[in-house]
């Protein structure tokens, strides 16, 4: 039986869907508790979030979950030679405010940002930030979430479950009749039709993209993707799907891929023998082995 429940949380829909016979509500509520704290501690729109007092104050003391964050932030900062970066201050593109207030303005275009992650110090739980650091932690810590739910779906035993945080999501399904679940990607292209379906099991899929959260300042238009090396938006990419173990490791794998830009791209999936589905803006499309054997759908 299909149990299924969507919330908006951290600025996007969650849906947890667990297929058992029993309710399983107060599970798929504990759930949402995971991703309600996480927001409680690292929005940067809540003053009172470890996250905005940190950046406030320089240096503070935070939980071990905000220690384990960091650190995995500061392990794919390399593994993407430092285009996956946190301290990318979209603030400089006019995006100060929450998305949804669609307030967007020029006023911290010369903001003077330090972008050397290497140099934030983390002793025990405390963590002190330089002249010009200022964190972003959203984007890792709603696919955090989204491995966290596993964690605790696994412990209470559930076999077969999808979470899906605006589209990172991981699936876990056993089938003793070989049947899998469905994953569908949108297309960048074409509003509300679905570009390919993947047939997956007991992995995390995340699809990045540069289509959505955007905005006009002054006629010209931005996103919320950086090229850290740039500081400015790279539209090479309009939209990456990534297969991995982890959803923290697939999106944040493909957010620096956009950063990247393509040639680069295929040379890191390539490398790090990752499985992916890149869509280009000129609407050119590349595709690992493994994403053209699995896919039903590829228009």
């Known amino acids: ?26 599970d798929i509520e504990k759930v949402f508790d995971i991703f ?11 003053s009172e979030s470890s996250l905005s007092i940190l950046n406030k104050k320089r240096t503070c003391e935070v939980s071990n979950t905000f220690i384990d964050v960091l650190k995995k932030c500061k392990n794919i900062y390399t593994d993407t030679n430092f285009y996956f970066n946190p301290l ?4 400089q593109l006019g995006y100060s405010k929450d998305f949804h ?26 963590v002190s930030l330089h002249e010009g650091q200022n964190l972003d932690l959203g984007g890792i810590v709603k696919w ?26 991981f699936t876990a399904w056993t089938n003793d ?22 047939n997956v099991e007991n992995t995390a899929i995340a ?4 289509y959505k959260r955007k905005w006009t300042i002054e006629n010209k238009e931005y996103n ?23 959803c923290y490791i697939a999106d944040a794998y493909a957010t620096a891929c956009i950063a990247m830009g393509l040639k680069k791209t295929l040379e890191f999936l390539r490398k790090n023998h990752i499985e992916g589905l890149i869509m280009c803006t000129n609407k050119k499309i590349y595709a690992t082995t493994w994403m053209k054997k699995y896919a039903i759908q590829y228009l």
């Open 177 to 198: 009749e070989g049947g899998k679940i469905v994953v569908g990607i949108n297309s960048p292209y074409t509003k509300d039709t679905i570009f390919a379906t993947i």
């Open 224 to 246: 919320h993707i950086i090229n850290p090396m740039t500081t400015e938006n790279n539209n090479e990419i309009i939209s990456i799907t990534l297969i991995a173990e982890t």
């Open 88 to 91: 990318i201050n979209v603030r």
């Open 207 to 210: 699809t990045s993209g540069n």
């Open 36 to 46: 309600h704290d996480l927001e409680e501690e690292f929005s940067r729109f809540i």
């Open 101 to 126: 207030s669609n307030e967007f303005k020029q006023e911290d275009a010369e903001l003077q940002v330090n972008l050397d992650l290497e140099t934030i110090e983390i002793q025990g739980n405390t």
């Open 144 to 169: 955090y979430g989204v491995d966290k739910a596993k964690e605790y779906l696994d412990e209470a035993g559930y076999k077969n479950y999808i979470v899906d945080a605006g589209g990172d999501i």
């Open 1 to 26: 039986m299909e149990h299924s429940k969507t919330k908006h949380v951290m600025g996007t829909e969650i849906t947890i869907t667990i297929f058992w016979e029993e309710d399983p509500n107060q």
